[in-house]
């Protein structure tokens, strides 16, 4: 048998002959999904418009008895986005008076502030500020 038989004959993978009248003992690591791919993906895109609070935030907002609307919430979201444009890493949003320090690449709210406790107080290691 030539070598092209041969290649004719069989499937090369990954440096072995193999066969194909043997059945072979995978294990198929991409199981067919119930959803089309495009679902998935579309629910991977809404997860990095999504606004993420450290725990360390929602205990000072608990504390701190501050609530956010969806306005407040919306407001938020566009302020991450003109802070990306700017290439803002860790900002201060101010917002009423709600000071927010966010980590802008990972959308994540560190930090709140409010009301009283604004006063006086000095914002250190952000590259800029946004007042919503």
């Known amino acids: 048998m ?3 038989d041969f290649l004719k004959n069989n499937v090369i993978t990954t440096g072995r002959v193999l066969d194909p009248s043997i059945k072979q003992n995978k294990t198929n ?4 999904s119930e959803k089309p791919f495009s679902e998935y993906l579309n629910e ?18 608990t504390e701190r008895d501050i609530v956010l609307s969806n306005a ?9 986005s003109r802070a990306e444009e700017k290439g803002i890493r860790d ?17 994540t709210v560190i930090t709140a502030v409010s009301g009283e406790s604004l006063k006086e107080n000095v914002f250190t290691n952000i590259d800029g500020a946004i007042i919503l």
């Open 2 to 4: 030539s070598t092209i």
């Open 29 to 32: 690591s991409t199981q067919k």
């Open 44 to 61: 991977e895109l809404k997860k990095g418009d999504e606004i993420k609070f450290s725990a360390h935030a929602v205990k000072r907002m």
């Open 72 to 80: 407040d919430l919306n407001s938020i979201k566009q302020a991450f």
């Open 91 to 107: 900002s201060l949003f101010l917002l009423k008076d709600v000071a927010l320090i966010v980590n802008v690449p990972n959308k």
